[in-house]
């Protein structure tokens, strides 16, 4: 069974500090996604890393692909309250034929004013 | 263009009731997953749809839960004899190129 861990499972911090949201696992993935979810609503897709070592930025958001494409890892600069939200990852299984994504619990941000 | 919508977007019903969950997917997306989410949680994953046909029902929880997907669009998802266990957010995503899932805002079942 492939599994995706999500650490920390949650992280209160103040407007303008630096944060890392790492996600593991044992299984080789041949894509991570990264999803934010806000309260009410499904969850919206930030970015997609394929290659082994890739790196992505997002304006003040750095995702990390890692060599083995096992793991990955989020990393916000000068975070904002607008960043506040759920931080999903998610990685593709190409098992046979069905294709779909295994998800990892989340990382709960609250950033504060 | 209009993305995923599902309805109703709160139902709140008494154990042992049927409830009927509705999913609209961005036209022309072939692809629709049913997923589960409890409070602050990740995604359980229900039951995939290409077109018509369901090649992975694996995440089901149970009988009581079945999915149905007609003309390639819309998705129901049935919940007979409702438990307090299945109280959640069931959300619902489409995908066009099996890349990028699609969501939509989910329906909260509160089941009393």
């Known amino acids: 069974t492939q599994l995706l861990e999500q650490s920390p499972q949650f992280l209160s911090i103040q407007e303008g500090e630096n944060l890392t949201v790492y996600c593991n696992s044992s299984s080789v993935f041949s894509s991570l996604q990264w999803y934010r979810q806000e309260p009410g609503e499904g969850p919206v897709l930030l970015v997609t890393v394929v290659t082994g070592g890739e790196v992505k930025k997002l304006k003040r958001l750095t995702f990390q692909f890692g060599d083995a494409r096992k793991d990955s890892s989020l990393h916000i600069t000068a975070a904002q309250p607008g960043d506040t939200g759920l931080y999903l990852c998610?990685?593709?299984?190409?098992?046979?034929?069905?294709?779909?994504?295994?998800w990892g619990l989340g990382t709960s941000l609250a950033v504060n004013p | 263009g209009a993305g995923v919508s599902q309805s109703p977007s709160n139902k709140v019903t008494e154990k042992g009731k049927d409830v009927e969950l509705r999913c609209d997917p961005i036209?022309?997306?072939?692809?629709l997953y049913w997923y589960r989410q409890s409070l602050g949680q990740g995604l359980e994953f229900l039951i995939y749809f290409q077109g018509n046909s369901a090649p992975d029902k694996s995440g089901l929880p149970s009988d009581r839960f079945s999915a149905e997907r007609t003309g390639g669009s819309v998705s129901t998802l049935t919940i007979q004899r409702t438990q307090q266990e299945d109280s959640a957010v069931y959300l619902c995503a489409s995908s066009y190129r099996l890349t990028e899932q699609f969501f939509g805002p989910g329906t909260r079942l509160t089941v009393l």
């Open positions: 036209s022309g997306h072939t692809a």
């Open positions: 998610a990685g593709w299984n190409n098992a046979g034929n069905n294709r779909k994504l295994i």
